[in-house]
T-cell receptor, first 115, second 114 residues
Framework: EAGVAQSPRYKIIEKRQSVAFWCNPI?????LYWYQQILGQGPKLLIQ????????DSQLPKDRFSAERLKGVDSTLKIQPAKLEDSAVYLC?????????????FGPGTRLTVT | GENVEQHPSTLSVQEGDSAVIKCTYS??????FPWYKQELGKRPQLIID?????GEKKDQRIAVTLNKTAKHFSLHITETQPEDSAVYFC?????????????FGKGTKLSVIP
């Protein structure tokens, strides 16, 4: 099966600019996650969608970050305006809904550098 | 929420030796504990997982043990090989609002010296 797709793979922007990332989960996966992975740390969940609804966005800095999954498939994550500390890899992951599997499948990530 | 502590942060072993990475978690309701391997510049990939109704699980050279009472779990890699060199992350599944939210440890950089 095709894996989780993300684009772009790399992005360099100046602080105060805006940026958007795109994710296409594995076909049929109802749950989609956005993680932020700062260099040398584990992934930190930003937001979780189930179909097109938000399940958990408690760690999303809502003053500058936003995310949507309008049709319950693709998702976009936006940062506006970006800060230096937003430099990180942004990982998208998906998992099936229900059943007995909890495995999350990760995309290749988008490496963001804010200068 | 859940809090996961992982040790050590770096680990160097000679090829053929064993490697052990340990994690503790805080939420006694957590019931799923995966381990991910992340090679430089690549995505995290699941290598093994364990559920709270099992104390130990093994897959070839990799094994995971879980002590629910003490709230800790460990990854054991035997007969290490250079291709095992990577960053390993433990995680715990936090159950809330029907979600499968994973909380990750900070990672262990494993270096296998040929």
């Amino acid at each position: 099966e095709a894996g989780v797709a993300q684009s772009p793979r790399y992005k360099i922007i100046e602080k105060r600019q805006s940026v958007a990332f795109w994710c296409n989960p594995i076909s049929g996966h109802a749950t989609l996650y956005w993680y932020q992975q700062i260099l040398g740390q584990g992934p930190k969940l930003l937001i979780q969608f189930q179909n097109n609804g938000v399940v958990d966005d408690s760690q999303l800095p809502k003053d500058r970050f936003s995310a949507e999954r309008l049709k319950g498939v693709d998702s976009t994550l936006k940062i506006q305006p970006a800060k230096l500390e937003d430099s990180a890899v942004y990982l998208c992951a998906s998992s099936p809904l229900g059943g007995n599997t909890y495995e999350q499948y990760f995309g290749p990530g988008t490496r963001l550098t804010v200068t | 929420g859940e809090n996961v502590e992982q040790h050590p942060s770096t680990l160097s072993v000679q090829e053929g030796d064993s490697a052990v990475i340990k994690c503790t978690y805080s939420d006694s309701a957590s019931n799923y504990f995966p381990w991910y391997k992340q090679e430089l510049g690549k995505r995290p990939q699941l290598i093994i997982d364990i559920r709270s109704n099992v104390g130990e699980k093994k897959d070839q050279r990799i094994a995971v043990t879980l002590n629910k009472t003490a709230k800790h779990f460990s990854l054991h890699i035997t007969e290490t090989q250079p291709e095992d060199s990577a960053v390993y992350f433990c995680a715990a599944k936090y159950s809330g609002a029907g979600s499968y939210q994973l909380t990750f440890g900070k990672g262990t950089k494993l270096s296998v010296i040929p």
